[in-house]
């Protein structure tokens, strides 16, 4: 095992590099950009961009990639992505940032991808288990690395678009001098929204209505926070607790939705996130415990509903169906956080609390569509579900993860 499991360790170092610079520099954007007096629109489209560009990536990169190779197109795509990140610094202008971003977001999908399939390339029967383990830790500990190193140091300077692509080009280093071998080529993804909607509809609709959410959530908090003069040290705690509330409640949410129907604790937990985002908006929190305790309630609930929805969905799927029916929720979830950041940028021109009106109505509508289809359709016996198991954050998810989950299907 372990000769199989040391060259895993150097694919996981170069994700961890890309997803560090990835939560500093998508955390960086919102906030210099508020600092620079960008409007709420126009920084909402940064999210909406970067997602287009994710999407497109997930599709579209595979020829690429089989075209010159995985070596070649992740040093290409890393380089790339280093390179934007330093011109965002010198181009201080929003139509310019919106632009790179969309070349962001393709180039990161791209690299993971590559990642993911070298990893899937090295995982055993024995072994998947365990690399898609640690492939969840090191997402959510790189991530937030990335989001509090922004606390560091002088938003308004340079150094942190520098420090950013720095962490992208040490992503090259760890794959450059491995001697993992190249994977088989990436697969097309197709997107059946059709297949996806017949085969559940409670997880068509919710996997949409929580990228609308998560997306408008991911983008312009950091305007919120900034906007209520928020220092960036809580900024970026802020953030960070969204992230290590959702991957704490996994588990035991996840559980419960073994034992009885996935919908009422989709529903459930839905509606206290919902129920979170319309306090924050009412109340509007001046005390950093009570948002704190705010936002974490809304990061327990709103981040473990993506894992239980792709259950949801392959509880009714067959089992050679589960990388096309979690590949298509996953792009169906791209084009929700699309939709977010846009829609959340439009409303936050006239308060910025009224972002988690924009969350509260997306969980609102998940919660009370998950009860509708209650009465519709009866529930799987729970010794037929599918096991819950966790999933990678969305953001930084690609269908070639979903490859890695030791659910899917696998040759002996």
Same mark, same amino acid.
């Given at each position: ?223 919120? =926070?900034?906007? %209520? ?9 802020? *953030? $960070?607790? @969204?992230?290590? +509330?959702?991957? !704490? ?37 001046? =005390?950093?415990? %009570? ?9 327990? *609930? $709103?981040? @473990?509903?993506? +894992?239980?929805? !792709? ?102």
């Amino acid at each position: 095992m372990r000769s199989n499991l040391l060259p895993v360790v150097s694919l996981l170092l170069g994700t961890a590099f890309l997803l560090a610079g990835n939560g500093l520099h998508g955390l960086l954007l919102p906030m210099r950009g508020t600092a620079e007096g960008f409007s709420p629109t126009s920084l909402g489209l940064l999210g909406t961009s970067w997602a287009t560009g994710f999407v497109l990536g997930c599709i579209f990169s595979q020829r690429l990639v089989r075209r010159i190779g995985h070596v070649r197109a992740f040093s290409a795509f890393s380089a790339l992505i280093a390179i934007i990140a330093l011109l965002t610094g010198l181009l201080v202008d929003p139509i310019s940032w919106i632009l790179l971003r969309v070349v962001t977001g393709f180039s990161l999908a791209a690299a993971f991808m590559i990642i993911e399939s070298w990893l899937n390339e090295r995982a055993t029967n024995e072994t998947r288990g365990l690399i898609f383990s640690l492939y969840m830790t090191v997402t959510y500990i790189a991530i937030v690395a990335g989001q509090m190193s922004i606390a560091l140091g002088d938003i308004s300077q340079s150094t942190f678009f520098m420090v950013a692509g720095i962490l992208y080009c040490l992503a090259l280093l760890p794959t450059a001098v491995s001697n993992a071998s190249s994977p088989a080529p990436l697969k097309e993804v197709k997107l059946d929204l059709k297949m996806i909607y017949r085969n559940s509809p409670v997880s068509f609709v919710a996997m949409l209505l929580i990228g609308i959410a998560n997306g408008a959530f991911g983008t312009l908090a950091p305007v919120f =926070g900034a906007n %209520v003069e928020l220092t960036a040290l809580t900024i970026a705690t802020m *953030m $960070s607790i @969204t992230i290590f +509330s959702g991957a !704490v409640m996994q588990l035991p949410a996840g559980r419960m939705s073994d034992r009885m129907d996935r919908r009422y604790v989709l529903a459930a937990l839905a509606a206290t996130a919902g129920i979170s985002g319309l306090a924050i908006t009412i109340i509007k929190p001046s =005390g950093i415990s %009570v948002l704190f305790g705010l936002i974490s309630l809304y990061g327990a *609930m $709103s981040y @473990t509903l993506y +894992s239980i929805i !792709v259950a949801h969905a392959n509880d009714y799927a067959d089992n050679d169906q589960f990388v096309t029916v979690s590949g298509g929720l996953l792009l169906l979830y791209g084009v929700g956080t699309i939709i977010g950041p846009l829609v959340g940028g439009i409303v936050m021109a006239y308060n910025p609390y009224l972002l988690f009106a924009v969350t509260a109505a997306s969980h609102v509508g998940v919660a009370g569509y998950a009860l509708f289809r209650t009465r519709m359709r009866a529930a799987i016996p729970a010794d037929e579900r599918e096991n819950f198991a966790s999933i990678p954050s969305a953001r930084a998810a690609t269908p070639e993860s979903i490859n890695l989950d030791p659910r899917a299907p696998h040759e002996l």
